[in-house]
Every structure is written in structure tokens, then in C-alpha cells.
């Protein structure tokens, strides 16, 4: 009986235990259900608010994982995409609490509206200053108002000066002659192919720091050494590009911990600090013993050594360092990296290249002496008259940044309640990116053929037309826009004139040319390049049809 009473207790138990067991799972599969059912409504309502948003919007992530995905392709090229189905403008929305907020635009309306009709209105403002500051300080390119127009107004006078320009115009004669041509001929000599990009750089490295710091660092030589400044300032500026598309929380984080990027910039903004200040120093102690019938400099450095701030005092070092390192942040990256997209494009637009030859024979063509039979072997050096005659040259350098802006988007920040000419609401302490590359690839702007590459869109009777500042950002526009526009036309046009009248220049098989994320475009892997010298008898065809 005992038995019988245990074995039924067991079944019981037994029973029971399947019972409580399914009952867990029957729960269990509820809260999963419940769980699945809010991820797909998560999921669709994110997904649904791509059409009013242009990407999806997630819970606590924002649109973070769209931007994560664009950030490991080519980021401009996804910008250009979001904001072509937008019609021109989006606005981007951060994980919670960070400092991605933005609104994103194209519209020519828009950068008219922001860069000249309210310009008051956006400053580059305190989140670029304060995520700048350590490389650019308080120079031209990061400040605002009274210390901005102080700088603006000044550099202003210098740029148009007869002097600086004449030392300008030289200073690239020397630099082409004697330091760029000896280097592609040493290439062509021993048959190795070069990283134009590299080669570019050095050239108006070397021409920028002449003209800011009255300094020349010897980039450009045969060898091509490593220079330490040079090298510091180009890890400066991409690891300053990381902070805008990392929140802010993050990246100060790390700065206070010394780690990553940020240990790699402390170490970078160390070593241009030390360039600077040496520099700065030496001048100082140059013009202390100069004498007053001794020509004067005319760089920038000089220049703002001998005038005073508001209470009549000398500016400070670090003032200088600020403006200084700025105008080279200009002056190097904007030729050198147009140069270089505008080379890529002419080896894909061959019948572009050989307009461009046909004009420079047609200028030579011009020339007193080549009347009379002058010999094509001699050097040949361009006259600035004649580099101003290059019109379609000019149209070709300007389709290349249209299409590829050394300075691929930029920043402001809006200090008071406004609304766009599109209609787009901006509340006080919006940041607003500015999409420069995106521009040059919107049918509204350019027509169905804004991806093509066609100088003749600059041309009117055959002279070049410059395009509205707001439709063709290059440059910038308004109070802002680029002081040495004319100086970096001049030099491109020498430049590239120069290049192309010796040599042909081919691109690598096989070599891949992307974009590189930083303050300005680079090509990421460089450009790397053959050179085949032009035989006479290809430049005497040119030169006889412009008989």
C-alpha cells in the first residue's frame, strides 16, 4: 500500500513538474513574442521614417549606425547620395545626449542665406572652435567677429600689396624650376614611378611656409626627405577631422586618458608648436638687429610682428603661431590636392589634355622670339601675362574642384532662431554642415551632366566665366571667401602649365584613387604616377596648327 502511495506521489510530481515547466515556457514565449514584436515595430517605424528623414532614425542611436556605415565607404560620396534624394537638404539626427545634431545642406539658397545675406547670424560658432582649438587656436579659419575681422583685415591688405604678390609670383617660379622639374626629371631619368599627390604637397608646403613664415623647410628636394613639421601638421589636421564625427563626450575623454587619436594629435600639435616657436623666436631676434635701410620681409609673420593688438601691445606668440598655421593649412592643402584630382581627371579626359596643350602652344605660339625660329630645347618659362591668358586651363582646374573641392564640407553654427529660404527651422545653436562636394553633384545645380567632366561649362565665347560663389563653394563666399583665390589660380595654372607642356602624365595601372576622410580631400593611398616625357615633334604639331 506504501508502495502504491509513493509511486502515485511520484507520478504526481512528475506531472507537476511538466505542468510548472510548461507554464514557464508558455511565459518565457510570451516575453520573447513581446520582445520580438516591439524589435519589428522598432524596426519599421525606423525604417519608415527614411522617407521624412532621408536615413532611419533608431532609439537612443539616432541615425549613428547609418553614419557608421557611411564613415567604412566613401562618406561624401554617401552625403551626396542622402541629400540628392532630399532635394538638398536633411536633417541629421545623433544618438541622445551627443553633439552630432546637425542639418545638412546643399541648396545654393541656403549657403547664400548663411554665408552673405545672414552672416551675423552663422558664425563658425563654439562647438568648431572648441573641437579646433588645439591645432588652429584662434587663427583666421577658427575665429569669430573682432579677432577674425582683425586678422581678415589685415592679411586683406597684404594679399593685394604689390610686393606680396611679386614675391609670391617668384617665390612659385623658383620653387617649379629649380626643385619640381628637377625631381619628375630625376623620375623619368631612372623610370620610377612618383606619388604626385606627395610631390604636390611638398611644392606648396614649401611655397605656403615661405609666405606665412618667411621660412622655406626644403620639402620639395631630390630624395624627397621626411620632414618632421610637415609630417606632424598633416597628423594634426586628420586626427582634428575624427573629432567631428565622434561625440564630444568621447574624444575629450580620451584626451583627458591620452589615448588614440587624441594621444597621436598631442603629440602631432607638439611638434608644429615646436616649429612654430622656433621660428617665432628667431624672427624676433632677425628684427631686433635689423637695420632700417635694410629691405624689409613681407611675409605674414613679419607683417603681424610689427603691428599691435587693442591695448597698443605686441601680439602674443601664440597669436602668431594661430595665425600662421592657418594660412599654411590654406595655402598647402588647397593647390596641391586640386592638383592632383585635376591630373587623375585628365588621364580619363585625354581630348581635355589635349586642349589644354593646344592652348599653351597657341600662347607660346605668341612669343617675339618664337617668330623668328627660337629653339624648342631651351627652357622654357611662363610669364605671368601669359599663365593669365589660360582660359580653358583655368575651366579645367575649376571643373576639377567643382568636383572634388580640396575643402569637402564646412561648418557653421546658428546663434539665434532662423529659417532657411527652403523652409527648414533652425533653432538656436544648430550646427549646419555645408556639403561643398555634394554640390558639384546635384542635377538641380548643374544639370543631368553635373557628373561628367567638362571644362566648357565655364567657357563664354571661349573666356572663362566664373560661377556664383554659392553655386561653386570652393572658395567660399561672402565676408569669408578665400583671400588667396587669385594667388591659388596663379599657381595651379603655372603649375599644371608647366607639367604638361614637358611630360604626360600617366596613372599606375591598377592604382586605386579614393578620398581620404580629412579637413581636406587627399587622395588616400596618393596618386601614384608614370611620366613620359613629350618628344618635340608632338609639341611642334600643336605649335604649327596655331600658326
Not at 593685394?160 to 622639374?181: G, Y
Not at 586626427?239 to 563626450?249: D, H, I, M, S
Not at 539665434?416 to 527652403?422: A, K, L, N, S
Not at 580629412?518 to 600643336?542: D, P
Request: proline letters at 4%.
Amino acid at each position: 500500500m506504501n508502495n502504491v502511495t509513493t509511486n502515485m506521489s511520484s507520478d504526481e510530481g512528475v506531472v507537476g513538474n511538466f505542468v510548472s515547466r510548461r507554464l514557464f515556457f508558455l511565459q518565457y514565449l510570451h516575453v520573447l513574442e513581446f520582445v520580438v514584436a516591439a524589435l519589428v515595430f522598432v524596426v519599421i517605424n525606423s525604417l519608415r521614417q527614411r522617407r521624412r528623414y532621408g536615413l532611419p532614425v533608431w532609439p537612443f542611436l539616432g541615425m549613428l549606425p547609418s553614419l557608421v556605415s557611411g564613415l567604412r565607404s566613401d562618406l561624401y560620396e554617401w552625403i551626396s547620395d542622402i541629400l540628392c534624394e532630399q532635394n538638398g537638404t536633411f536633417r541629421f539626427k545623433g544618438p541622445w545626449f551627443s553633439s552630432l545634431n546637425c542639418v545638412v545642406t546643399a541648396d545654393p539658397r541656403n549657403l547664400e542665406h548663411l554665408l552673405k545675406s545672414k552672416f551675423s547670424v552663422f558664425p563658425k560658432g563654439p562647438y568648431f572652435r572648441d573641437t579646433a582649438r588645439d591645432l588652429l587656436g584662434d587663427g583666421i579659419f577658427n575665429a569669430d567677429d573682432e579677432t577674425w575681422q582683425r586678422q581678415r583685415k589685415t592679411a586683406s591688405i597684404e594679399f593685394h600689396s604689390a610686393k606680396f604678390r611679386q614675391l609670391t609670383a617668384e617665390s612659385v617660379l623658383e620653387l617649379v624650376h629649380a626643385r619640381l622639374l628637377p625631381v619628375l626629371e630625376n623620375a623619368v631619368n631612372q623610370s620610377i614611378s612618383i606619388d604626385l599627390q606627395d610631390v604636390l604637397l611638398r611644392l606648396t608646403f614649401d611655397n605656403v611656409c615661405m609666405t606665412a613664415f618667411g621660412v622655406d623647410p626644403g620639402c620639395l628636394r631630390l630624395g624627397l626627405p621626411e620632414i618632421p613639421f610637415a609630417k606632424a601638421f598633416e597628423d594634426a589636421t586628420e586626427a582634428t577631422l575624427l573629432r567631428f564625427v565622434t561625440p564630444t563626450c568621447v574624444w575629450k575623454t580620451m584626451r583627458c586618458l591620452d589615448l588614440g587619436t587624441e594621444k597621436k594629435l598631442k603629440k602631432s600639435i607638439k611638434s608644429v608648436d615646436e616649429f612654430a616657436e622656433e621660428v617665432i623666436r628667431t624672427r624676433k631676434k632677425e628684427l631686433s638687429l635689423q637695420t632700417e635701410d635694410k629691405e624689409q620681409r613681407s611675409d605674414l609673420l613679419t607683417v603681424f610682428m610689427r603691428l599691435k593688438d587693442e591695448q597698443g601691445k605686441p601680439f602674443s606668440d601664440k597669436f602668431l603661431r594661430d595665425i600662421c598655421l592657418n594660412f599654411i593649412l590654406a595655402g598647402r592643402d588647397t593647390s596641391s590636392v586640386a592638383l592632383s584630382w585635376f591630373f587623375w581627371l585628365l588621364e580619363k579626359n585625354p581630348v581635355v589634355e589635349q586642349k589644354i596643350l593646344a592652348e599653351i602652344c597657341k600662347i607660346i605660339n605668341e612669343r617675339d622670339d618664337m617668330k623668328n625660329g627660337a629653339d624648342l630645347k631651351s627652357p622654357l618659362i611662363f610669364r605671368p601675362e601669359e599663365i593669365k591668358k589660360m582660359d580653358y586651363l583655368q575651366a579645367s582646374l575649376s571643373e576639377a574642384l567643382r568636383l572634388y573641392p580640396s575643402v569637402p564640407v564646412d561648418h557653421k553654427e546658428v546663434v539665434e532662431d532662423d529659417t532657411f529660404p527652403d523652409g527648414t527651422l533652425l533653432k538656436k545653436g544648430t550646427k549646419v554642415i555645408y556639403a561643398i562636394y555634394a554640390m558639384g553633384r546635384m542635377e538641380a545645380i548643374w544639370g543631368k551632366d553635373c557628373r561628367e567632366y567638362k571644362p566648357e561649362r565655364w567657357l563664354r565665347d571661349g573666356r572663362y566665366m566664373s560661377e556664383s560663389a554659392y553655386k561653386f563653394t570652393a572658395f567660399n563666399g561672402g565676408p569669408r571667401l578665400c583671400l588667396g583665390r587669385d594667388f591659388a589660380y596663379y599657381q595651379m595654372k603655372f603649375v599644371a602649365a608647366s607639367i604638361l607642356y614637358r611630360y604626360r602624365v600617366e596613372v599606375v595601372k591598377g592604382h586605386v584613387v579614393v578620398p581620404k576622410l580629412a579637413l581636406t580631400m587627399y587622395m588616400k593611398h596618393g596618386l601614384k604616377v608614370n611620366l613620359i616625357k613629350r618628344h618635340e615633334s608632338e609639341l611642334q604639331v600643336y605649335l604649327k596648327n596655331n600658326v
